[in-house]
């Protein structure tokens, strides 16, 4: 796991010497993750403003104090893959942005000191996005608990969040959806992060193929998505990924998980054969929100919601009665 140091600070403000970092973040994935903001007056002389002849070309450092809070994800040393999916996940969010995930601001793979040319001692891959005020929702999962209709309309927000990379031409699956990459804002807005995993349908994807699982948090990973059956994985494999999500909030438990100590193997166990009580039963939950989330977990993907919007139409019509 990464880990913040004063080398990995050094480094980085090496990098961008105008930036101040406030304090770190909870890591992400195989990223540092800083609360940070930039100050003008510190640009050093020689990083000159545009010149305004180059239409695309964009401000290096100039004006970037106007952003004012910035998220900063720093990887050191990252190997070819973790490259390869970090720079998928800031193309999508390039090509697709979507709203409810946050505005990515600047990205670079940095080998050497921009300012002195002086090579690193290792590769900095950096990504810069705006700071979104909110809690993650795995801070706040027992305030839902029970709540039917704050839940549905939790997983409606998720859903229209995730709808831009369903219906891209590219088919895009989040892959990772769980309480830890879903922002709740103080207006109740959902906000997801993290598109670390993502994959596009259908394409060859930066994994091994054959047996071994893919990538996937255990807990909330589809069983297409731990068997590493790339043709299999597509929305339908967020759809479980939801559905697992809206389990947890109402019963308080996860699915797959359940007892405490549980290892890896057997959450994995769990999840691609064990069939967990209905929310109905445990949760009293209205006979239509415990289908429609025992639907979304259906092991099996063509047993599951057909389309994104069925999806979505089940769950407006779960908020309407």
Not at 57 to 67: D, I, K, N, S, T
Not at 94 to 102: G, I, L, M, Q
Not at 216 to 222: N, Q
Request: a negative charge; glycine letters at 8%.
């Amino acid at each position: 796991m990464p880990r913040d140091s004063l080398q990995l600070r050094d480094d980085l403000v090496a990098c961008l010497p105008s930036l101040v970092i406030d304090r770190p973040l909870a890591e992400s994935g195989q990223r540092v993750v800083y609360l940070a903001h930039f100050v003008d007056a510190s640009i050093p002389a020689d990083v000159l403003p545009p010149d305004g002849n180059d239409p695309d070309q964009r401000p290096f450092l100039h004006g970037w104090e106007a952003w004012g809070g910035i998220v900063v994800k720093v990887v050191s040393g990252a190997d070819n893959t973790a490259l390869a999916r970090l720079q998928a996940e800031t193309a999508i969010l390039e090509d697709v942005r979507p709203a409810s995930f946050p505005r990515l601001l600047f990205c670079n793979l940095f080998t050497e000191n921009p300012v002195t040319d002086e090579r690193l001692a290792e590769r900095l891959y950096v990504s810069i996005e705006e700071f979104v005020d909110s809690t993650p929702l795995c801070d706040m999962a027992d305030r839902y608990k029970g709540d039917e209709r704050g839940i549905a309309t939790l997983a409606l927000g998720i859903s229209n969040a995730l709808l831009p990379l369903w219906v891209h031409h590219r088919k895009f699956v989040h892959r990772d959806i769980k309480p830890a990459n879903l922002l709740i804002r103080p207006s109740g807005e959902v906000m997801v992060i993290d598109l670390g995993i993502v994959r596009e349908t259908g394409a060859p994807g930066v994994t091994h193929d054959g047996p071994g699982p893919g990538p996937f948090t255990p807990g909330y990973g589809a069983p297409e998505q731990m068997a590493n059956e790339k043709e299999a994985v597509t929305f339908k494999t967020d759809f479980f990924s939801i559905g697992v999500v809206m389990y947890r909030l109402m019963a308080g438990v996860e699915p797959f998980a359940s007892k405490p100590g549980m290892q890896m193997h057997e959450i994995m166990i769990a999840a691609a054969g064990y069939e967990p009580p209905p929310l109905e039963t445990v949760a009293g939950a209205s006979r239509a929100f415990s289908d429609f989330v025992a639907k979304a977990m259906m092991k099996v993907p063509w047993q599951r919601q057909r389309t994104p919007v069925l999806f979505i139409e089940e769950l407006q019509a779960i908020l309407a009665n």
